[in-house]
């Protein structure tokens, strides 16, 4: 199972002179900010708006962020999660039901106009400072998207300083729409109106390093600036090849974009480069990037405003993270010579 390989038992990490890791569970608590807290296990649930929050906490105090934010940020206003609940759509497509299987409901990402556009930008413009303030120099951020709005989200994040570093690509059929023009469909059976959604683009972007320092001096000082090697000690791949949430995490996790742990497992653990650090999400939902680190060995912060998912998180993260899991095998890719 993957978390009995993802731990390094040899690896020394030197200590920065600011926030340092944590190294008892109840000393992450003072990283609440005087917001409600839940600590589990090793890692601290944070009820607040992840805005207030990043802003709250010392400078630096943080080595990466993993996280899968709402994506078109309208798509969890209360309004539309009360449509999505009774099944009346609005941002929310409502799929069929096809041979007794209950498919869930996908957001319209095209449904949202210039306005809203520049409110995604603005809002992770904002963010993407705030993150930067709490980061480490060079620290990580692993940030999910999709292929409709990731070039507007990443450009928002580089704008508000963080560095880009290119992208992790999890390979998973998706449900997208678009198989036939609406209202058409019949008229033109041979036209699509999209391509099948067969990839979920993940933006790598980093703090800044100090001007002049050098990956290898980051590493020696503040434990951050580079990505952790696989457990098998290989240079990591940008594509994972991975699965859709299985049944079971569902069952534990009631959330519409729950991620499967068998993947996050995988990116959690190369956002610490010596394996040593805090990992936050400030976007915690229901609580699956905490139960990845709770799973690999590390220590999360994990942040949601909802005050539902906050209290699903409490109750599901060590259930998740109890999850066996088996990750897919490393894609092996054919080498191009020329480039």
């Known amino acids: 199972m993957v978390q009995q390989r993802l731990i390094a038992e040899d690896e020394v990490v030197a200590k920065p002179d600011l926030a340092t890791v944590c190294s008892e569970p109840d000393a992450i608590a003072a990283f609440d900010a005087g917001y ?12 607040a708006d992840c805005f207030d929050w990043l802003a709250a906490i010392p400078e630096h105090a943080i080595s990466s962020i993993v996280t899968d934010p709402p994506y078109g940020l309208k798509e ?22 096809f041979d007794g299987h209950e498919r869930a409901p996908l957001p319209r990402f095209t449904a949202l106009n210039g306005k809203e556009r520049a409110i995604l930008r603005a809002f992770f413009v904002q963010w993407a400072r705030l993150a930067v303030r709490a ?38 059929q998706t449900l997208r729409g678009g198989s036939r023009p609406k209202n058409a469909e019949d008229q033109f059976p041979g036209v ?21 320092m050098q990956v290898s001096e ?14 098998h000690g290989k240079q990591a791949l940008d594509v994972i090849m991975s699965e859709r ?38 976007f915690m939902g229901s ?14 912060i994990g942040v949601e405003r909802s005050a539902d998912y906050y209290a699903i ?3 599901v993260v060590p259930q998740l993270a109890r999850v066996p899991v088996r990750a897919k095998p490393q894609l092996q890719l054919p080498i191009d010579d020329d480039l």
């Not at 539309?80 to 941002?91: D, F």
């Not at 391509?195 to 790598?204: A, F, H, N, T, V």
């Not at 980051?218 to 457990?231: A, V």
């Open 313 to 315: 998180a409490r109750r």
């Open 218 to 231: 980051c590493l020696r000082i503040y434990g951050t600036g580079g990505l952790r090697r696989d457990w």
């Open 36 to 47: 409600p807290s839940h600590l589990v296990g090793r890692s601290l649930l944070v009820h």
């Open 76 to 97: 969890y206003e209360h309004s539309e999660l009360q449509k999505r609940a009774v099944g009346r759509g609005g941002v929310w497509r409502i799929p069929p039901s």
């Open 192 to 212: 699509c109106s999209m391509l099948r959604g067969g990839y979920e683009p993940w933006g790598i972007l980093r703090a800044p390093l100090p001007a002049g």
């Open 245 to 282: 949430t299985p049944r079971s995490e569902r069952a534990i996790a009631d959330h519409p974009s729950l991620k499967p742990q068998s993947f996050l497992r995988q990116v959690v653990y190369l956002s610490l480069p010596l394996g040593e650090g805090i990992v936050a999400d400030p």
């Open 287 to 300: 609580g699956s990037t905490i139960a990845a680190c709770e799973a690999v060995g590390y220590q999360g």
């Open 135 to 172: 980061l480490r120099p060079g620290g990580h951020v692993i940030i999910a998207s999709n292929a409709f709005i990731s070039q507007l989200t990443f450009e928002a994040l580089v704008e508000g300083g963080l560095e880009w570093r290119g992208e992790l690509i999890r390979l998973v």
